[in-house]
């Protein structure tokens, strides 16, 4: 079992920033590929950015790519999304998870509770 628990969450305005954090647990946590998600009112759940915990590989959403930063502190079991430049359409509640990798949410077993983030214009 693996248990997530994202913070950081909050309002912050068009081109401002906010970092969210998750806060890992479990035996097997070492061999799940680690993700962020969103999900808007109305929407799909969308992948974001995924990083794994051993060599730190990223990959980003087309959505993402130079705003957001994707990091890891294997000794805390700890994982960031750093997001700048913040847009309206970033508005959403956003997720991590933990999975055995790829952009697709089928892909990933355990999930938190979720943050929302609210960009203003």
């Known amino acids: 079992q693996v248990q997530l628990v994202e913070s950081g969450g909050g309002l912050a305005q068009a081109g401002g920033s906010l970092r969210l954090s998750c806060a890992a647990s479990?035996?097997?946590?070492?061999?799940?590929?680690m993700a962020w998600f969103r999900q808007a009112p109305g929407k799909e759940r969308e992948f974001v950015s995924r990083?794994?915990?051993?060599?730190?590989?990223?990959r980003y959403a087309d959505s993402a790519k130079g705003r957001f930063t994707v990091s890891r502190d294997n000794a805390n079991n700890m994982v960031f999304l750093q997001m700048n430049s913040l847009k309206p359409e970033d508005t959403a509640v956003y997720y991590c998870?933990?999975?055995?990798?790829?952009?697709?949410?089928?892909?990933?077993?355990?999930w938190g509770q979720g943050t929302q983030v609210t960009v203003s214009s």
């Open positions: 998870a933990a999975g055995d990798g790829g952009t697709g949410y089928g892909r990933y077993l355990y």
């Open positions: 990083i794994t915990w051993s060599s730190g590989y990223t």
């Open positions: 479990g035996r097997t946590l070492s061999t799940y590929i």
